[in-house]
Nanobody, 120 residues
Framework: QVQLVESGGGLVQAGGSLRLSCAAS????????MGWFRQTPGKEREFVAA????????SYAPSVKGRFTISRDNAKNTVYLQMNRLKPEDTAAYYC?????????????WGQGTQVTVSS
């Protein structure tokens, strides 16, 4: 049974930082690329960042490059998203997922997400 559990969201002022975590189970974590995505009401889910299965490769959306850092701990089956210099436009529900085609193609299963709200 596959499961993705995101955590770490919250309310933060513009310019602040948050670190999101995603615990994945049901697949061999260390064999899969992983990614973060975000969605706001009325809009499609968008790609944020991806990391290769062996930590050797990353990819970022232009809107977050230089501010966000994706990382993973294969021993803990967990992927992280460190978000710095947050902006109000980063407000969204954030989701992680396995990447089936680099850098942003995923399967259909999604977790519950974690809400990030950035106040101006």
């Amino acid at each position: 049974q596959v499961q993705l559990v995101e955590s770490g969201g919250g309310l933060v002022q513009a310019g602040g930082s948050l670190r999101l975590s995603c615990a994945a189970s049901g697949r061999t974590f260390s064999s899969h690329h992983m990614g973060w995505f975000r969605q706001t009401p009325g809009k499609e889910r968008e790609f944020v960042a991806a990391i290769g299965w062996d930590n050797s490769t990353t990819s970022y959306a232009p809107s977050v490059k230089g501010r966000f850092t994706i990382s993973r701990d294969n021993a803990k089956n967990t992927v992280y998203l460190q978000m710095n210099r947050l902006k109000p436009e980063d407000t969204a529900a954030y989701y992680c997922n396995w990447i089936i085609r680099w850098p942003s193609r995923t399967g259909d299963y999604w977790g519950q997400g974690t809400q990030v709200t950035v106040s101006s």
